[in-house]
């Protein structure tokens, strides 16, 4: 599993996830922890993190945004989380953290996906959850320039997913929320596991183009949900039974 994950300037941050941290057959990438930096190529994986923490707490004096592998951050301090994720590289997966047993709105509510120290690429914050509502269903796209990670972005879908649904809420024009009082843990029957849709936009480090993007870029925000036969009680898939 690589060195032991040192993070936020702190050792005592939780790790709510790790998925796929050992190397594939075909992975050549010997680069496990998301504050490192990494050169990919179209077979390997590729180890990044998301922080879950208070939305000013991934910013300096309250305008600059740094990386939450920067100790110059208050995250050791404030209450922050972690998930580790290793996807296939220019595959399209869908990752999951179990909202049954972690609550993103009582570490802050806002989540950060970012990797690399040298090149240390960020998403903006997006928002999660808070005592009211939460969001499931998010698109990270990451960008690479030959083989080099340059930018992690949420993709959204100005709540197309939902907008005749009336069990949800479309907040601030982009993103599809459900009641908390719906959820599991929360007195409710459904599932609202946190689903996150990955896709490599850029080139890898032979200068192959990575073309997941394009293929998720055609598809609903929710629709590959069904593709996953696990994940058949997840939120996305519960639109039709409240």
Aim: a neutral charge; glycine letters at 6%.
């Amino acid at each position: 599993m690589g060195k032991q994950l040192y993070l936020f300037g702190a050792q005592n941050v939780v790790i709510i996830a790790m998925v796929a941290i050992v190397a594939m057959a075909d992975d050549n990438n010997n680069v496990f922890q998301p504050c490192e930096d990494a050169k990919i190529q179209k077979s390997d994986g590729f180890t990044f993190g998301i922080a879950f923490s208070l939305r000013p707490s991934f910013f300096v004096n309250d305008t600059t945004q740094l990386s939450p592998c920067d100790r110059r951050l208050s995250l050791s301090t404030s209450n922050a989380q972690l998930a580790i994720f290793r996807p296939k590289v220019d595959q399209i997966s869908l990752l999951t953290i179990n909202t049954t047993t972690f609550t993103p709105e009582a570490f802050g509510g806002y989540m950060v996906a970012f990797a690399g120290q040298r090149y240390a690429a960020r998403s903006t914050p997006t928002f999660v959850a808070n005592s009211t509502f939460i969001v499931t269903s998010f698109t990270l796209v990451l960008e690479f320039e030959k083989g080099t990670l340059q930018n992690l972005y949420w993709k959204r879908d100005g709540c197309a997913s939902c907008k005749r649904n009336p069990n949800f809420t479309c907040l601030n024009s982009q993103d599809c929320a459900i009641n908390q009082s719906s959820c599991m843990g929360h007195g409710g029957s459904v599932d609202c596991s946190l689903g996150i849709q990955t896709a490599f936009s850029g080139t890898d480090k032979h200068q192959v183009v990575l073309n997941s993007w394009y293929e998720v870029d055609k598809l609903r925000q929710y629709s590959l949900y069904g593709l996953y036969s696990n994940l058949r009680d997840s939120l996305t898939s519960q639109f039709n039974i409240f």
